[in-house]
């Protein structure tokens, strides 16, 4: 995709979502934390219906440290690996504790030595809770990026750094949730709307589905 191209189609996409934001509930950035570990491999929905009663009961890193594993097992056993995220989630509250006064750290080395925090889980709460122009790579952004041509690599490290060069400086705060919400809802894994797609005239995707495609 050419540089003209990338510029288009992140234009199209803040056209039409302005204010695109994160689809998990959270009310704080230990909330999100907690949310986009749990995130993995699960559905936002699945996600969501866990952590509202837990909290609600149980919102802060001390609460949850009190509630240990097996309670937090409690709320979340809905989850795919819930076991060992219960693990995860009691060890980052306890470690928050001890290493950060409670406080989510404002910094990548600090996030990813926590339990069951990865360099995405990282990029994310860099970007959402503290404005970092990141872009966490997780399946929808790998698929687009590379069904497209946006940004092609055999890896989620190779595709992270070709966005982070190819993105426009001025889309590059939302573009993770841009592409995230396009592979949710439009360039789905086995059946992409391209007829109803917005950017499909830039994609390089040569299985179109058929229809005419919106431009």
Not at 16 to 39: D, H, K, R
Not at 142 to 160: D, I, P, W, Y
Request: aromatic share 6%.
């Amino acid at each position: 995709m050419t540089p003209a191209s990338v510029r288009e189609f992140f234009a199209r996409l803040a056209a039409a979502n302005p204010e695109p934001a994160t689809e998990l509930n959270y009310a704080t950035p230990f909330q999100l934390l907690v949310a986009v570990v749990l995130s993995a491999q699960a559905t936002d929905k699945g996600v969501n219906r866990a952590t509202g009663p837990l909290f609600h009961e149980h919102p802060t890193p001390a609460a949850l440290a009190a509630l240990g594993e097996e309670g937090i097992a409690g709320y979340i056993q809905t989850i795919g690996l819930y076991r060992t995220k219960a693990k995860n989630v009691a060890a980052l509250s306890r470690l928050l504790l001890e290493r950060h006064g409670g406080e989510v750290p404002h910094d990548r080395a600090a996030l990813e030595a926590l339990p069951g925090v990865g360099r995405k889980t990282a990029n994310v709460v860099l970007n959402i809770a503290f404005g970092e122009p990141t872009i966490a790579v997780d399946t929808h952004i790998f698929r687009v990026s590379n069904r497209t041509g946006l940004a092609c690599g055999k890896t989620v490290a190779a595709v992270e750094q070709k966005l982070l060069k190819v993105v426009p400086a001025e889309y590059r705060q939302h573009a993770h949730h841009w592409l995230i919400l396009h592979g949710r809802y439009t360039c789905k894994a086995r059946t992409p709307d391209c007829p109803r797609c917005i950017v499909a005239d830039l994609c390089a995707f040569k299985e179109k589905t058929r229809g005419e495609t919106h431009v």
